[in-house]
């Protein structure tokens, strides 16, 4: 009996053995696949930590660049309501000439049609009052042959010129909105670059 249990010994010894063998095999198996996934995690860790910070890179210049944009488009407003201002100014300024300031500009202006037969001079409403007559038979009609119109234009200041059914605008609004429509581009140039 005690060859049996001997033998029965030894075949728990080995089954033992075998058992912890495979025990231990399989516990390096699972650290080797414990390890595996804290690499795989690490690695999507990282991956993930890329990503997002591509993404926040990605969100922080497209607001960057939506306020650069909104302040050049503030500035670029407030550059034109300040040429507005300066247009807005000069028209009220052409407005309030008195009679020599009127007369001055306006004869300058007849110089320049002194190759034309005859001119009809009809003026703005709020203008007619620094114009008369008079004036134009002793100072204008030396420059050119100009008539007065009995004619005036409702609610304006400056004046109109016609030849032969052209007419040739000087109403300051129209001197003004020409001037803005040549001049804002290039001083804009000039002045904000």
Not at 87 to 97: C, R, V, Y
Not at 99 to 110: D, G, I, K, M, P
């Amino acid at each position: 009996m005690s060859d049996l249990k001997l033998i029965t010994d030894r075949m728990i010894e080995k089954k033992k053995v075998e058992i912890q063998n495979k025990i231990q095999q399989a516990e390096l198996e699972a650290k080797n696949r414990l390890a595996a996934a804290d690499t795989d995690l690490a690695e999507e860790e990282v991956k993930q930590k890329k990503m997002i910070d591509v993404r926040l890179a990605n969100e922080f210049e497209k607001n960057k660049n939506s306020l650069v944009n909104h302040k050049r488009d503030q500035l670029l407003s407030e550059k034109q309501l300040s040429l507005n201002t300066v247009f807005e100014k000069a028209l009220m300024e052409m407005e309030q000439w008195n009679e020599t300031e009127f007369q001055a500009f306006l004869l300058s202006v007849l110089k320049e049609f002194k190759a034309m037969e005859r001119v009809e001079l009809i003026l703005g409403e709020k203008s007619a009052e620094k114009v008369s007559q008079q004036w134009i038979e002793e100072v204008a009609s030396k420059e050119l042959n100009v008539s007065l119109s009995n004619e005036t234009i409702a609610g304006k200041f400056g004046f109109i010129l016609r030849d032969n059914g052209i007419q040739y605008n000087y109403l300051f609004h129209a001197l003004i909105n020409e001037s803005k429509n040549h001049l804002i581009p290039s001083v804009s140039k000039k002045l904000f670059q």
